[in-house]
Structure formats: C-alpha cells, structure tokens
C-alpha cells in the first residue's frame, strides 16, 4: 500500500513519465503556518540539475497545492500537492529489456505487463520528490515543536569521514565512478533533537519498526540501524548498555548506544539512525540482461541522463522520512 | 499499533508477568492443515532452560487454542491462542530504578507510570513467544505452498563463521561472557526459498519495508540489512547490479545482491536477510541508573535468570517474522 | 477485518462452540481504574437465562483479564479478555442444511466448507458477549469524560412506545411468537450525552460513518439512522434544519434532528441513533432449505434453546458500540 | 481519516472553494481498461446546471488523470485524478455565521477556527465527484465481473412511488420547495445484481458495515437500511427469513429481505440497500443563527446558487459508493 503512518496518513502516488507525481497528508494538525519558499528549498535540495556529480536532467519541480492550505496555514483537512512531470524523454525505454538493478523484471511480474515501464514508472527515484514535500511540511511542524532532523553523508564509495578533505574526497568518487561509466553507493546518517521522550508504541508501532518501513519505501535503500546499529552485535552488554544518569533534574544516558530509542518507544536522547543506498543501477556499461520477448540472454545499456551517486541528493529524502515519523508519532492519541 | 500486516492481520497483546501472552491471526486462510506437534517444537526452539548458555528459567510455553481451528483445519475466522505465564518471579523488580538497556524509562514516561513494570511488562522478550507461535503457523502454510525460511547464526560478539568449529567458539564466547556477569549480541542472517517472484507492493507496501517493520519489532534488534545490505554501499554498480540471465527457459540473476527483493518486489531470487541483536541488558554487574522518586543517582545489579545472549533463541523469532510477512504478501488482493 | 477503530483497536475473536471468545483493546488510555463488579453487571445484561423471554442456555460469561490491567487500571498495553465456552450443545447442527435468515450458506461458500458450524460459529449473537466487555470498559472511561451512552427498546413487533404500559406490551407480544415457535424484532435506541462538540472525521472518518460501521457488526442489525433519520426525507428543509441559537454563552441547537451530528463532526447536541433487528432467524418452525450434499430440497426445524426475541439482550451490545466509537473518537491525535 | 477500503484504498481530498478536489485509488487492479467517455457520462449525471430543478452552478467536472493509466489501462500504480474547481463564488461566506444543517459550527470547533469554510470547504457536496469519479471506474471493472450497479429514487419529500406520474411528481415536489425558497428530502434505493456469494467478512468487515460506512460519507445521509431494512422489526420469523431453495443446480432464496447478506457475507441474492437524504440545508429562508464573533442570536439567509433537492444528482453518488465497496470486497485476499 501506498498509504504509510498512524495518526497522519501520507498518501503518494505518480509515475516517472506520467502527468504528475504528487502526495496526500491526511490528519496532518490544523493552523500550521506552512512557509512556501522554504519548502522550495528543500525540493531544490533533491533535485538533479545543481551539480557537476548529479544528473543534467532539469526537474523544475514547482509544487501545486490544491488543497488543505488556505490563507497559508493548514485547515486540517486532507492537503494534496502535485508536481507536474515536465523534462520527460521516454524513448530510451524497453519493456523487454529489463534493466540490472532495477525493478523492471519484478515489476512487469506483478503489475502482468501493465506497469507504465518509463523511466522506472511508480519505482522511479522521482517518487521522492513528494516524499521530500511531505517532509518539509512535517519539519516546519516539528520546529515549532523544538525538534529537528538533519541528516549528513558519512561515506560514498570507499570514501568515508576518515577521509581529509571528505567534502572533495566525496566529489572526486563520484566523478571518477562516471567517467568510467559506473557509478557508487554510500551510507547517509540522520539525527533528530529534541525528540520528547516518551512517543512511538509496542512492537510494530515502534518507533524503529516505523522508521524503518518508511526509510526502505525510498528506492536504493538496502540496510537501516539504529544507534550503535551493526556493531552493537560486538559490544558487550557493560558497554552497550547506556548508563542511565541525572544533573540538574534531568535524567538522561552517558552514552547513546540505542539510538534514542529503548523498546520502541524514544527516551529523550538524539534519534540516531544510519542507511546504506546501493550504487545507482542506471550505468551507461554494458550489463546482462534477457530479452523478454525473444526470451533469449542479450546486453542492455542504460542510456539517458542519470546520476553516478544518489547519495547526496538522498539526504533530504532522508530527513522527510524521519521528520514525518516524528510527528506523526508526536500527534498520537490522547 | 500492536497489529500489524496487510492481508492477514497479526495481533500480539500480554505483558511478561500478567496472566497470559498470546496473538490473534486474523484473515489466515482457511482450509489450513495445522499440525500442532510441529508447533510445539517451533516453540521449544524460542524457549530458554534447553542449554546451558540461555536462562535457566522455564517457560513451559503451552499453547491453548481458543478460536480459528476446527478439526485440525483453520476456519477462516480470527485464530486466538494463548501461552500461560507460569514460572514467574515477580519480587526482584522496582519501577523507580530502570534497568539501563531496557525500556523502563522510555515505558514509565509514555505510560505515565501504569505500565505493568514486572519483568519488562510488554517489552520483555516473552512477547517473542507468540511471534513464533504466528510464525509457526505462517510456516506450515508456507510449505504447503512450497516456500522454506531458515536462519542461522551468523556472529556471535568477535565470533563469526570464518572461526574454526563455529558453534563451539559461539558456545565459548556466550559462556566466557556469562562467567564475568557480562551478556553478548550478535547477527543472524535469514534465508527464504521458494518465494514467487511479483510480491509485495510499491512505497511502504515493500518486501523491505514490511520486513524491516516486523523485525524492529523484536527486542533487541538494532539493525536490519537485506542482500548485500551495508556492504553494498561500497560496491560500484557494476558489481551491485545482479546480471539478468536465462537458462532453461527459467529468467535468473547470477548474483543476489539485492536479496531477492527489487523495488519492493521479490524477483524469485532467495530471500537474503540479516539482523543485528544487541547483547542481552541484563546483566549482574553493578550499573549506573537514577532512583526516580529519590532524583539522584545510584546503581542497580539486575538480578534475576537471564540469558548471556538471546542470539540463539532468536532464530526461529526472526524466521516468525520472515515467514510472517511472506505469507501475508503471498495472501495479496486478488 | 475483525479489527475496528482509529486511535483504539477492538479485535473481536472465538467462535460459538469453539474454546472462548473474546477481545483485544490496543491503544486504550493508561491509568484507567477498572471496575470489574460493573463489568460483570453490563454482561449480565446481555447474557441469556435471566428472563422467561429469553433463551434458557445458561452462559456463565465470566470474563478473564488475560493482559492490560495491573492494580486495578490499565497499563496502556493491549488488554486481552476471554471468556469460556461453556454450556455448549453442539449436537443439532448439520453443516449439509443451512438454516434460513443465518449465516450458514454464505459462511460455507466463503470459507470452502472450513467453518466451524456449530452453533453459527464466528456468526453466532454469542460473539456479542466480547463487544460488550470492550464496550463496558469503554463506557467506565467515558463516564470520567462525562459522557453517558443509554439504549432503551422502541419498538417489538408491532408494539411501539405509544402502547399503554409499554413494557408488559412488549413482555406479551414476546411470549405470544414464542407460543407459536415463531420470532420477533425490533428497534433500538440510543442516545449519548456529554459528548463534546468537535469530535469525529471527514469523509469516512465521519461519526455516523463509524457508529454504522460498528453497529452493522452485531448480527441482526438490518437499519441504522440517524437524528431524525428516515422521516428526515419527508421533511422540508425550513423543519430539518436545526436552528442555532445561544443562551448565557453556550451555543445549542433548538431541535436535534441531526442527532448531534454535522458533517460527521459532533455539534454538542446528544447523540441519538436508531438500529433496527431483524426477528431471530432460530425458530422451531419448519423451514424450506437446501440439502446441500444430496442439493435437493428440504426442510428443517432449528431445535435448540434459542431467544424469541433478542431486542432486550441487544440494548448493551448497542450502548457498547456506540461506547467504543466515541471514546475511540475522543482519544483522536493531538 | 479520509482513506477507505480494504483491498483498495480511497483517498479523497479537496475543499469547494480551493483549487481542485480529487482521488487517490490505491490497489485497483492492474490491467483494466478505463473508458474515459464513460467516466465523463457519470460525472455529468452528478454535475449541477443540467435540469430545471438543481443549482444553477456550472461545474465543468472534467477530470484530470495524474498516474495509473497507461495506454488506456490501469497500471497497478496508485490512480489519482483531479478536477479543478473552477465557477467559484466565495463573496457569500461569512465565517462568524454557522449555517443551519451545515457543519460550519461542528468544523468551527475541530479545526481551531482554520477550516477552509469558502462553500463548506471539505465538508461540500462538491466531494462526492471525485467518489463518483472512483465510483465509475469501479463500474467500468464491476461490469466485466459481470456486476451492475443501479440507484433510482424511491420518494422525494412527500411523493413516493405509489404516486401516479412519479417522475413528473417528484418534478413538481421540488420546484413547489423551491418556489418558497425551501427544499426536500428522499430516499435512494440502490440494487446490485450479480455478486457473486461469499464476499465480504465477519463482524467490523461486514459487507453492511462497509457500505453503510461508505454511505455516510455522503454528506446529508441520515440513515441506511439493507433489505427489509426497518420494516423487518415488525416482522415474524416466518415472515422474515428468506426460504433457501434449489432449482437446475442454483441455490437461492424465495424472497431476499436480507438484502443479499447474512452476516456480512453475500449469498448471491441481489444486494438491496435504501438511504435517506435530508433536505438541502441551504435554502434562502431565513433561519436562526449566533454571531460567534458578537455572541448573539442572529439570522441567516443562505444565499448563493443551491438545489432545491440533492436526490436526483445523488443517484451516481450512492452507486459509486456501493461499487467501490462491492470491488474492493471482491478483491479480498487470496
């Protein structure tokens, strides 16, 4: 299901190459001032076209409200808002051909040779353009509530932030990945502060199983922990286990080993979580593939305007989806 | 939410030292053959006093069935089973000093001091119990229709699989922590077999997504990776992209670094993930924690049988959930 | 789904002749005191046995609180509640011949014959024994809200409120079907006070949306209005329109024929809704039916200690989903 | 919430006066073929301007397909379609002013004051196009299922179909309420033919729970029956249950005062349901209301283009809303 959340329900819809992508915030508070420009800001920080290591593709990406906002603050009715796919080239798709990496071959399984197959259809990367606007309207809510979320690149390829210069190292990965015709992956960090304690829920309502489920919604993602993550498995429990301390009437842990996160439910500490995004899939090499059709093996290159790392545009698709969890966890039940 | 799944609807409810833990599966198919000695066994796997490394608790984990079995068959209606909580000790538990590692203080702050603190109340690993009892019966079900989860143990603290005669140095690595009042985590990867390629859904409704959601759920679990998972991050393309190939008429990818799963979708390769459990937080050393009526900090040394690693009996835990997600998506609308 | 609720999940499971029945409250509020006397009373209310116009089958209806309550109020936790099955004769059921006005046949073609027929299975009025428990504990916290939920029997048979001593009216006309081996049915009111302006959804989510909803799920309820309801459809809008007014700073309405409700949001006024059931399909009259497995045509007594009528038992089960609506309505998100 | 159904999931969104109102179908089958001349003729039947007797308002009502057509069919990806709001009068609102049988004062109260109250905002009859519009697509997929759908009106105020020249009647009946600036009521009767036995579910997933859920989203539904409906609680038994016979190989039943449904599950039978609407709350009289900015009684004289009666446009509606309803069941889990 496209639908995702507890008390705010997010609705997302569109295909790469159809008329529109856009989304549907159900529940979201009403009176919420929502500054348009900022949101903007946000979109821009996703979109391809702003850099040397990104795609050429323009996605001008202007966001239409049609409903839910009136005199600049929500009405807490269901608020809709589209973005109208324009840049579109969609001759250099063949259904036959599914694509390494991609969802083509599964999808033509599910969807019984009616997915819209261009550009990745309703799989497309562009889907997270609406998950960003979705995000930005949550983290101006949450701002007003003291809490933010940011996320920052902690490796791309072999390039991690060991490295001098990581900002320079990064670029140079990247681009050295696309003159060779490939392209590479990395690991995205996001913390949020000033979380209340107290918010997420038992067992599958908890905090990680929801951050989780919408972290894995974004196209690349293969791996999300929490806190110490993978490496806690090393740990033993005396260095795991956070102390648990007080000062000044305020009780809080020396370390943060959980990830602000005990039992689902968070503890006043950072939200701390970590994401691995695959290499992106579209290279311009040659790749194995099978002919649908003549049901034969044959090769396939992706053509088109693509980029060599998703990574750096992945970080506000990152931060949306944790800022939505946030409040929607925030905005439960009395 | 305590309820959880798409077709088929999971309910777990029970708090460690009440009266009962148990489920409800609702929307299983009927007509379902339910063998219940292989229940029992599945639940035996979970429960602890079988080894010398786990809690010499016993958990005698009867399962009584109230509802949704009729001669040995589902019947279509929501199936209700029960375990009994027996062996109980409820004495050495004090609600105004949380265990550092466990839920107790993010639980007191959300449940305003109501929570049922005994024993972990419904954050305790007990809750597992009905996990694999749904998976148990998601299992049978699955065989049916030709499809086996498996998990294994993949690491156990600084021990992995390339050690020389693994389950002994994991058997030594558990007792060597224990002897020092210490606890360890570790990974556990999991394998299906048999999944048809076409389920799951886009967005939030992805094999990843709903996976990762089922296995937060678990105590402990603070990381969750699918296919190459981290490691792919570092990959280029090239090598992440799983070549398409055909052979027999049968449409394959060579390798499985997407885990089966792409855009959400399973592509009717293996099913390959791997979770991360953090060492078990109780431990009988001295630890730091805050006496909440008094304000002021003080230790705690949690007494009590515990396990030096949960690691083992988390496998057929992590299989429930597996097993779970697969048969709801295979259950998909028509 | 037997799943039902926005902000608190009701779970309703068993079958008639299975082990026990019962329910799961998710998301109910912690720290509510539970009265268990008073729990006891609403289901006594519903139980048969107590009148000689209802069934002689004794159903004990003692609930066991399996999870959820801790010292007397709940935990927030799921609450589970079962109750046994107890005085069961499932001798006089024979799945080949379904039983006219049941569930039978349609439960048979859904379910591929795997149903538990006995005594209506998962159809049975026994299932209302659960809605009340949850509906009890719904009406305990309502009452610290305020809000009182009363139904009162308007019409059986052909016996309405303006007949002389109304009760006794009602008492004759029910022995008279019995006396007859015939049935009789009726409709019911309710009227909810207390309840705040304000509460309820959009669309779906309306209040009148819900009620229905719950309200369809007791077995035998073929109507459900509204206010004035369908005499509404006869009335100019000059009559239907209830008009605003105000009086020492609180705003009414000066009629109520939209039963507090505009727009599926509450206005302040009581709530006030009708439910109409249908005569109990059980009567030991011989009935046309179908031999399912010679498929020729038959007849059938249902024998067995059935209600003449089940309108006195069903006020409870109505309060209760009415109960659950508006408490589920006013724990909506902040 | 503003979403609904269990298999497919309908999202409407939009107020009267903002830029568009529209759906989101999420889960509609894959691979159907949409004919969007069809759909337009559904829209026309619910659009004002077309007769003597409705509002004066041109809505253009053409829709806008955003995603999940591709080639003419429906791709499996989430539809959304749109239809801007365009003959946009907002001059004749006033805030302070709550509007006898509107929502104006319930909305008031919910939304803080920061409801879009231009025309009704999202609780305006103007919603019921985009469920017309999902309504038509899941007649256009009902129909190969070899189902149809069909509403006709049973009364208009005082006239019902006992009347000679019943059209030419209701005729009069509205424009005699509008000529004293008033407006009337009816009732709707709607009948689907060739379900299929055995969809639907136990308790809450009822097919009665679930259509009169639907049913009271439209807005001015005040009460819902399913076949005998109210009438049935003056019945017997005898009288009541429908008589289960054989004939060449079909089973079914003599009468149908079930309505097609026992215990929420089709039986084959034709699906009969009857909802009452109330008479337009709009009407040029004048009516008692409260300054909510001076507290003080007032009047009211609602003016603006409003029809006298909403039966005869709400023919579609209801039909949409029992198609949708009988798809999204007959899509139920495998």
Redesign the interface.
């Known amino acids: 299901?496209?639908?995702?959340g507890?008390?705010?329900?997010l609705?997302?819809?569109?295909?790469s190459h159809?008329?529109?992508?856009?989304m549907?915030l159900?529940?979201f508070?009403?009176?919420e001032q929502i500054e348009l420009d900022r949101l903007r800001e946000e979109l821009k920080r996703r979109a391809p076209g702003g850099a040397e290591t990104v795609s050429p593709r323009k996605e001008r990406d202007e966001p239409?409200?049609?409903?839910?906002i009136?005199n600049d603050?929500?009405?807490?009715?269901?608020?809709?808002a589209?973005i109208r796919n324009t840049d579109v080239d969609s001759s250099s798709y063949h259904p036959e051909l599914?694509r390494?990496?991609?969802?083509?071959?599964?999808?033509q399984?599910?969807?019984?040779?009616?997915?819209?197959f261009?550009g990745?259809?309703?799989?497309s990367g562009r889907?997270t353009a609406p998950m960003v606007l979705a995000g930005a309207l949550c983290k101006q809510a949450l701002e007003r509530r003291r809490v933010s979320v940011q996320a920052r690149i902690l490796?791309v390829?072999?390039v991690d932030r060991s490295a001098e210069d990581f900002d320079y190292a990064v670029h140079k990965e990247i681009l050295e990945?696309r003159s060779v015709g490939?392209?590479?992956?990395?690991?995205v960090e996001c913390v949020a502060s000033g979380v209340p304690?107290?918010?997420?829920?038992?067992?599958?309502?908890?905090m990680?199983?929801?951050i989780?489920?919408?972290?894995?919604?974004i196209?690349g993602?293969?791996?999300?922990?929490?806190?110490?993550?993978?490496e806690?498995?090393?740990?033993?429990?005396?260095?795991?286990?956070?102390?648990?301390?007080?000062e000044n009437?305020v009780?809080f842990?020396?370390t943060n080993?959980?990830?602000g996160?005990?039992?689902?439910?968070?503890?006043?500490m950072p939200l701390v979580l970590r994401c691995?995004?695959?290499?992106?899939?579209?290279?311009s090499?040659e790749?194995?593939?099978?002919d649908?059709m003549k049901?034969?093996?044959t090769t396939i290159r992706t053509l088109g305007r693509h980029d060599p790392c998703i990574v750096p545009r992945a970080l506000p698709v990152v931060e949306a989806m944790v800022a939505f969890c946030l409040l929607d966890a925030?905005?439960?039940?009395?």
């Open positions: 299901m496209n639908t995702f507890e008390n705010i329900r609705t997302i819809f569109g295909e159809g008329e529109a992508i856009g549907v159900d529940g508070p009403a009176g239409e409200f049609l409903s839910g009136f603050h929500t009405t807490g009715a269901p608020l809709c589209i599914p390494p990496g991609h969802a083509d071959l599964a999808a399984i599910k969807f019984k040779g009616r997915a819209d261009r990745g259809g309703a799989f889907l490796s390829g072999g990945a490939d392209s590479v992956g990395g690991v304690a107290g918010i997420g829920g038992l067992m599958f309502g908890g990680e199983s929801r989780a489920q919408a972290l894995y919604a196209p993602v293969k791996g999300v922990e929490f806190g110490a993550g993978f806690i498995a090393k740990m033993r429990g005396t260095q795991a286990n956070d102390p648990i301390v007080t009437g009780v842990t020396e080993h959980a990830g996160i005990n039992g689902g439910i968070t503890n006043g691995a995004f695959r290499p992106t899939p579209s290279i090499r790749q194995k593939t099978v649908l049901k034969e093996n925030m905005c439960e039940p009395r």
